[in-house]
C-alpha cells in the first residue's frame, strides 16, 4: 500500500471540502477502498475520515417512511425493527450480501458507492477502461461469468456488485446528498450510471459530494422477496439477483415493483416489466412475457451466456413463489 495522509473531518463543511480535491476520497468502513488500495487500484494521497459527521440515526419520516443515516452500518439497517417489520425485501438484500464482520462496519453510503468485482479491474496488469480509460476492455474477450448482460457498452462489461442497492431500487428509494453547492435529493434508481463511453463514472457523486442518507417511502406492504442466485451458498457475489415487491388484488397483480442484480453496471430496474404484469392474472405464459421484455436487449459474451436462461428461471421462480405467498 502506498503511503497516504489521513484527516478526521469535523464537518460536513471540511468533508466536502477535502474530497473536493482531486486526490483525496472520503473513508468511512473502508471495507471496499481498503481492499482497493491494497490492490493499488486506489492510490489517494489523503483519505478524510467521515465518521464523525453523524448521520448514523435510523429515523421515522413525517410520512411515515424511513430515514436511514448514510453512517449507520449495515447490520444496525438490517436488524433495525422497521426495517425488518415494513421493508423486509432490504433486511434480506442486506443480510445476503457479506459476512457479520463486514456488515458490522460497512456503511449504508458506503455500499452504494462499492466499486466492481470484475477481475481486470481489480488486476493493475489487466486492461481496465473503468481504472485506466483507453486501455481497452479485458473481459470483453476475457473472463466474464460474472459479467453484465444488460447496459452494456464496448468500454465495460462489468457489473455493480451490490445488494442493497437492488433493494432499495424495487422500494424506490431516495439518496440525499450534500455538498459545497448544497443539498440534493436523487432517485437510487438515478444513482449509479451505466458504462456508456466513461465507464470509470459510476454514479454521479460529484467531487466534495457525501452522502448522508436514504429515505424510504412509505411503506407498501405486499409479499417481499430478495433471491440471490450465487455459486456457492456462503457469501459471493449474485449471478442474478430479483428483489420483489408483489401485491394482489381479487387473483390480479395490484403491485409489481422488481429490480435486478448481478445483470449490469448498475442494479435494474424496467419499469416495463412490473407494468405488463398489472391487472393481469399470474400465469406462466405472462411471467414468460415479463421475462421477454427484461431480456430484450440482453447479449452475453461467451462466459456469461448462462445468465439469460437463468435470469429468465430466477424471474420466474420469483413471481411464482410471491403470488402464491400473496394468494
Known amino acids: 500500500m502506498r503511503p497516504f495522509q489521513y484527516t478526521r473531518a ?69 436488524v433495525h425493527p422497521r426495517v425488518r417489520s415494513d421493508y423486509p425485501v432490504l433486511s434480506r438484500a442486506i443480510l445476503a450480501g457479506a459476512t457479520q464482520q463486514l456488515r458490522n462496519k460497512a456503511t449504508n453510503g458506503g455500499n452504494l458507492c462499492q466499486r466492481t468485482r470484475c477481475f481486470y479491474f481489480t488486476n493493475i496488469d489487466q486492461p481496465c477502461n473503468k481504472r485506466e480509460p483507453g486501455s481497452g476492455c479485458g473481459a470483453i474477450d476475457g473472463i466474464a461469468k460474472l459479467h453484465a448482460i444488460l447496459g452494456t457498452s464496448d468500454q465495460c462489461i462489468a457489473t455493480y456488485p451490490g445488494d442493497m442497492a437492488v433493494a432499495l431500487s424495487a422500494l424506490g428509494a431516495t439518496v440525499e446528498i450534500s455538498g459545497d453547492k ?14 456508456g463511453d466513461t465507464p470509470w463514472i459510476e454514479n454521479i457523486l460529484e467531487r466534495g459530494e457525501i452522502i448522508t442518507g436514504i429515505v424510504l417511502p412509505a411503506p407498501v406492504g405486499g409479499t417481499q422477496i430478495y433471491r440471490k442466485v450465487r455459486e456457492r451458498s456462503s457469501y459471493a457475489f449474485a449471478l442474478v439477483s430479483v428483489a420483489a415487491i408483489i401485491e394482489l388484488t381479487d387473483g390480479k397483480f395490484s403491485r409489481a415493483d422488481l429490480a435486478f442484480g448481478g445483470l449490469a453496471h448498475k442494479p435494474w430496474h424496467d419499469p416495463r416489466v412490473g407494468e405488463c404484469l398489472l391487472g393481469q392474472v399470474p400465469s406462466d405464459a405472462l411471467f414468460d412475457k415479463a421475462a421477454d421484455i427484461l431480456l430484450e436487449d440482453a447479449r452475453g459474451f461467451g462466459e456469461n451466456d448462462f445468465k439469460i436462461p437463468l435470469t429468465r428461471r430466477t424471474l420466474h421462480a420469483v413471481l411464482s413463489q410471491a403470488t402464491e405467498d400473496a394468494a
Open 182 to 195: 448544497g443539498e440534493r435529493s436523487v432517485p437510487v434508481r438515478d444513482f449509479h450510471c451505466l458504462p
Open 10 to 78: 469535523p464537518s460536513l463543511a471540511e468533508a466536502s471540502n477535502l474530497t473536493a480535491g482531486e486526490n483525496t476520497l472520503a473513508i468511512a468502513g473502508g471495507t471496499n477502498l481498503l481492499d482497493l488500495m491494497k490492490l493499488q487500484v486506489e492510490t489517494p494521497g489523503q483519505l478524510a475520515d467521515i465518521n464523525r459527521l453523524g448521520y448514523a440515526d435510523i429515523e421515522d419520516t413525517d410520512d411515515g417512511g424511513l430515514r436511514l443515516g448514510a453512517l449507520a452500518t449495515n447490520t444496525e439497517t438490517a
